[in-house]
């Protein structure tokens, strides 16, 4: 049974720092594409950051560019988003997912994520 848990959300002051973790359980990295994406209130999915398990190879949203940092460790079956310079406009629930069938990591469509953790609140006051 495919698992992602996600954890290391919190409230932060704007200008500090968080790292996601999510924790992967019932498959192999192989060729797979591992998002972050982030749902605030009121409004859709929003792809954050991407990585290939293949290759290596990331995105990042223009809204995170620069600021957030994705990385995976295979040892530990866990994919980490380093968050630096928050902003009170990345507060929001942030899931991880799988593309099990990647084209691209720049194709962040939801709709391709075939699994999906439960989330974890990032809250950043001003």
């Known amino acids: 049974e495919v698992q992602l848990v996600e954890s290391g959300g919190g409230l932060m002051q704007a200008g500090g720092s968080l790292r996601l973790s999510c924790a992967a359980s019932?498959?192999?990295?192989?060729?797979?594409?591992i998002g972050w994406f982030r749902q605030a209130p009121g409004k859709d999915y929003e792809g954050v950051s991407c990585?290939?398990?293949?290759?290596?190879?990331?995105y990042y949203a223009d809204s995170v560019k620069g600021r957030f940092t994705i990385s995976l460790d295979r040892a530990k079956s866990t994919v980490y988003l380093q968050m630096n310079s928050l902003k009170a406009e990345d507060t929001a629930i942030y899931y991880c997912?799988?593309?099990?069938?990647?084209?691209?990591?720049?194709?962040?469509?939801?709709?391709?994520?075939?699994?999906w953790g439960l989330g974890t609140q990032v809250t950043v006051s001003s």
């Open positions: 997912a799988i593309d099990r069938n990647p084209v691209s990591v720049r194709y962040m469509a939801p709709v391709l994520y075939d699994y």
């Open positions: 019932g498959f192999s990295f192989d060729s797979y594409a």
């Open positions: 990585i290939s398990t293949s290759h290596g190879s990331t």
